[in-house]
C-alpha cells in the first residue's frame, strides 16, 4: 500500500514524524510517497493562517519533548530560511527520485542539527543523496518543478489536507499531525476507512 507523506521542510513536526516512517513502513508494509510542499501556501489556500496559534516557546517545548520521547536530536533552526525555496529543492529532488533520501537530509538539517538550509546547504546534499549538484541546481527554477508543487498543494488539498505533516492512504484515509501516527498505523493495519 502507498501512503502520501505531505511534509514541510520548515515544518518541525513534519522532521518529528519523518523520523518513524521507516519503523511505520518495516511493521506495516506500506510504502511512503515524499511529497514536499511549501506548507504556508497549503495553510493559506485551505483557508487557514499561516501563524500557529500556539506560543513558540510552547512549540519548543512540545517538539523538544517528542524528539526525547521518539529518542532522536531536535534543534530549532539558527537563522532565517527561504522555505517556499527550500520547498521547491525538495520537489527538483522527488523529480529526480530522491525525494525521500533527500527529503530526510533537509529535515535533520533544519530540525536535527539546527541549520536554516540555504541554497548551498542543500546543493552541497545533492550527492549524499544520489543527484548531481549542478542537475538539481537547473530543476530548482524549471517550470515543470513548479508544476510539481502545485500538484502536491493541489493533492493535498483534493484529500482534505489542511497542514503539514498530512498522510493520505490508498483507501482514503487521512491521518494530520505527528502526534496521530498510532492512528497512522492502526489504521495501515486495518485497511478501513472510518465515517
Known amino acids: 500500500m502507498r501512503v502520501d507523506f ?8 513534519s522532521y518529528l514524524a519523518s523520523t518513524q516512517l521507516k519503523r ?3 511493521d506495516t ?3 511512503f510517497v515524499w511529497r514536499p510542499l511549501f506548507s504556508g501556501e ?3 489556500r485551505a483557508g487557514g493562517t499561516f501563524k500557529s496559534p500556539q506560543d513558540p516557546a510552547y512549540r519548543r517545548r512540545d517538539a523538544t519533548r517528542w524528539a526525547r520521547h521518539y529518542g532522536v536530536p531536535y534543534v530549532e533552526p539558527e537563522g532565517h530560511a527561504d522555505w517556499p525555496m527550500v520547498a521547491r529543492v525538495c520537489v ?5 527520485g530522491a525525494g525521500e533520501r533527500f527529503g ?9 542539527q539546527g541549520i536554516a538550509p540555504t541554497a548551498e546547504h542543500l546543493l552541497e546534499l545533492a550527492p549524499s543523496c544520489g543527484m548531481d549538484r ?6 530548482i527554477e524549471a ?10 498543494i493541489l493533492d493535498a488539498l483534493a484529500a482534505g489536507a489542511f497542514g503539514v505533516p498530512t498522510f493520505v492512504t490508498e483507501c482514503g484515509d487521512v491521518v494530520w499531525g505527528q502526534d496521530r501516527l498510532p492512528l497512522l498505523k492502526d489504521c495501515l493495519l486495518h485497511g478501513d476507512v472510518l465515517v
Open 29 to 31: 508494509g506500506v510504502t
Open 134 to 139: 549542478d542537475e538539481l541546481a537547473a530543476k
Open 104 to 112: 530526510e537530509a533537509v529535515l535533520r538539517l533544519g530540525y536535527g
Open 92 to 96: 527538483a529532488a522527488a523529480r529526480m
Open 143 to 152: 517550470p515543470e518543478t513548479a508544476a510539481a508543487h502545485e500538484q502536491n
Open 6 to 13: 505531505f511534509f514541510g521542510a520548515g515544518s518541525r513536526y
Open 42 to 44: 497549503l495553510i493559506a
Open 24 to 26: 511505520i513502513a518495516e
